[in-house]
Nanobody, 126 residues
Framework: QVQLIESGGGLVQAGGSLRLSCVASGRTISEYAMGWFRQAPGKEREFVAGISSIRSGDSKRYADSVKDRFTIARDNAKNTVYLQMNSLKPEDTAVYYC?????????????????WGQGTQVTVSS
């Protein structure tokens, strides 16, 4: 079992930055693909960013809507995954979830992930 706890959300003005953290416990996540998803009110949960396992080269992928603004990274010594969010827009407002996939490739679909955190709220004001 893997437990995931997100933090770092909050209220920020448009154009600002936030860094989300996801601390894992129960397993070492270096061999897991990790992902960030988000869900806005009334909308489905959507993929934001993913990073493959170390063995798969830590390759990263992003949703088009966040490319060049968000960066995913992992710190294996801390068993933590980060999401650096820059140039935030009001449409980035959502609950952000961290997820772990026992397979090494970072998929873009919700159903591929085995473990989920409880989420952290990000609100971007205009």
């Amino acid at each position: 079992q893997v437990q995931l706890i997100e933090s770092g959300g909050g209220l920020v003005q448009a154009g600002g930055s936030l860094r989300l953290s996801c601390v894992a416990s129960g397993r070492t996540i270096s061999e897991y693909a990790m992902g960030w998803f988000r869900q806005a009110p009334g909308k489905e949960r959507e993929f934001v960013a993913g990073i493959s396992s170390i063995r798969s080269g830590d390759s990263k992928r992003y949703a088009d809507s966040v490319k060049d603004r968000f960066t995913i990274a992992r710190d294996n010594a801390k068993n933590t995954v980060y999401l650096q969010m820059n140039s935030l827009k009001p449409e980035d407002t959502a609950v952000y979830y961290c997820a772990a996939d026992r397979t090494p490739i970072a998929h873009m679909i919700v159903g591929a992930y085995d473990y989920w955190g409880q989420g952290t709220q990000v609100t971007v004001s205009s």
